[in-house]
């Protein structure tokens, strides 16, 4: 699939299918755990269709679990029945441990198992596009170095962050690359702890790696979606544009039109329903009057797909989820 002729197709489009970052809630649907989800390429696979059987998105995003790279990395994880892998501890201390770790291989920890999953979803999904999940550089140098940490670190040891920052984004390119071999449309680049950091600190620690790994991977065939659900998004607009991302989703920490209104118009601008407040602990009609209400402010734009704030919790009521589709679809009905 030509996939810039796609987004092309998308602006001019009157009615625009809402996509969300909508893959772990598959569990309640196919009544198992997220631990058994996150061990099985075959399980996650029949996620995704599930998924994609449900909804009308505009396209299929796999697992965003940012635990993932840190695992292969060697960082030590906690799993739930219910919740998203998080990273356990810290494994890069100082600046020796940063200069000796290793760069893994595609293959370590459960990077083959998410590979595979994509692979067989890519059978079972063909009437839209599928993205796969990835973090961010900066993002994943944080959860080896200690979130906290890396924050202070941009001031206090930049020298490590950046070594640690070279090996994630060397990793990472290759890591993007089967997914790319595979038959993927395209990734879903996490890196929300750039947005937690200043404008001027995410030029210096996020931009140049996001742009390396969207300039060696992108092609016709093949978008990075970049994401940032931090609150300092809005401030850093010209440093995200300038990575050379092919789209861009915020989080629900933003004014959207705001964004919109500061994002060029030629990229396809996504976001930004509450994943917690409203797609976990909302109600249909909560949902559906938010959803109103969003696209009531930003539909103008031809650039702007509506979508989650970010990843869509496990736990997430379905009949919210549902009620967010119905409202989009209801709001474009009306228009024509």
């Given at each position: 699939?030509?996939?810039?002729?796609?987004?092309?197709?998308?602006?001019?489009?009157?009615?625009?299918?809402?996509?969300?970052?909508?893959?772990?809630?598959?569990?309640?649907?196919?009544?198992?755990?997220?631990?058994?989800?996150?061990?099985?390429?075959?399980?996650?696979?029949?996620?995704?269709?599930?998924?994609?059987?449900?909804?009308?998105?505009?396209?299929?995003?796999?697992?965003?679990?940012?635990?993932?790279?840190?695992?292969?990395?060697?960082?030590?994880?906690?799993?739930?029945?219910?919740?998203?892998?998080?990273?356990?501890?810290?494994?890069?201390?100082?600046?020796?441990?940063?200069?000796?770790?290793?760069?893994?291989?595609?293959?370590?920890?459960?990077?083959?198992?998410?590979?595979?999953?994509?692979?067989?979803?890519?059978?079972?999904?063909?009437?839209?596009?599928?993205?796969?999940?990835?973090?961010?550089?900066?993002?994943?140098?944080?959860?080896?170095?200690?979130?906290?940490?890396?924050?202070?670190?941009?001031?206090?040891?930049?020298?490590?962050?950046?070594?640690?920052?070279?090996?994630?984004?060397?990793?990472?390119?290759?890591?993007?690359?089967?997914?790319?071999?595979?038959?993927?449309?395209?990734?879903?680049?996490?890196?929300?702890?750039?947005?937690?950091?200043?404008?001027?600190?995410?030029?210096?620690?996020?931009?140049?790696?996001?742009?390396?790994?969207?300039?060696?991977?992108?092609?016709?065939?093949?978008?990075?979606?970049?994401?940032?659900?931090?609150?300092?998004?809005?401030?850093?607009?010209?440093?995200?544009?300038?990575?050379?991302?092919?789209?861009?989703?915020?989080?629900?920490?933003?004014?959207?039109?705001?964004?919109?209104?500061?994002?060029?118009?030629?990229?396809?601008?996504?976001?930004?329903?509450?994943?917690?407040?409203?797609?976990?602990?909302?109600?249909?009609?909560?949902?559906?009057?938010?959803?109103k209400l969003l696209l009531e402010e930003c539909s103008s734009h031809p650039n702007f797909v509506i979508s989650s704030g970010c990843d869509i919790p496990p736990a997430a009521k379905w009949e919210n989820i549902d009620a967010f589709f119905d409202a989009v679809k209801g709001f474009y009905n009306g228009k024509q």
């Open positions: 699939m030509n996939m810039h002729k796609w987004l092309q197709g998308l602006k001019l489009s009157a009615e625009k299918k809402p996509m969300p970052i909508l893959s772990f809630p598959c569990v309640q649907l196919l009544g198992i755990s997220v631990k058994q989800l996150i061990a099985d390429g075959s399980m996650q696979a029949k996620g995704m269709k599930a998924i994609a059987d449900r909804v009308d998105s505009l396209a299929s995003v796999s697992f965003m679990d940012l635990s993932l790279e840190s695992e292969a990395f060697g960082a030590k994880i906690k799993t739930s029945d219910m919740e998203v892998p998080t990273v356990m501890g810290t494994l890069v201390n100082n600046l020796e441990e940063a200069e000796a770790l290793e760069i893994p291989s595609v293959e370590k920890g459960r990077i083959g198992i998410y590979i595979d999953g994509m692979s067989k979803a890519l059978k079972l999904i063909d009437d839209r596009p599928v993205f796969a999940g990835v973090i961010g550089p900066f993002s994943l140098t944080g959860r080896l170095v200690d979130v906290n940490k890396a924050m202070i670190y941009c001031k206090k040891n930049p020298q490590l962050l950046h070594i640690v920052l070279r090996k994630a984004t060397d990793f990472l390119i290759e890591y993007i690359k089967e997914y790319k071999a595979i038959g993927a449309n395209g990734i879903v680049m996490a890196e929300p702890l750039t947005g937690l950091i200043s404008p001027r600190l995410a030029e210096n620690f996020s931009e140049p790696y996001v742009r390396e790994i969207a300039d060696a991977v992108k092609s016709e065939d093949f978008l990075v979606v970049y994401h940032n659900c931090g609150n300092a998004a809005a401030k850093m607009w010209e440093s995200i544009t300038r990575t050379g991302c092919d789209a861009y989703h915020f989080g629900n920490a933003i004014n959207m039109k705001n964004m919109l209104e500061q994002m060029p118009e030629d990229k396809i601008i996504m976001g930004n329903i509450d994943p917690a407040q409203q797609f976990t602990n909302g109600t249909p009609e909560s949902i559906r009057l938010a959803t």
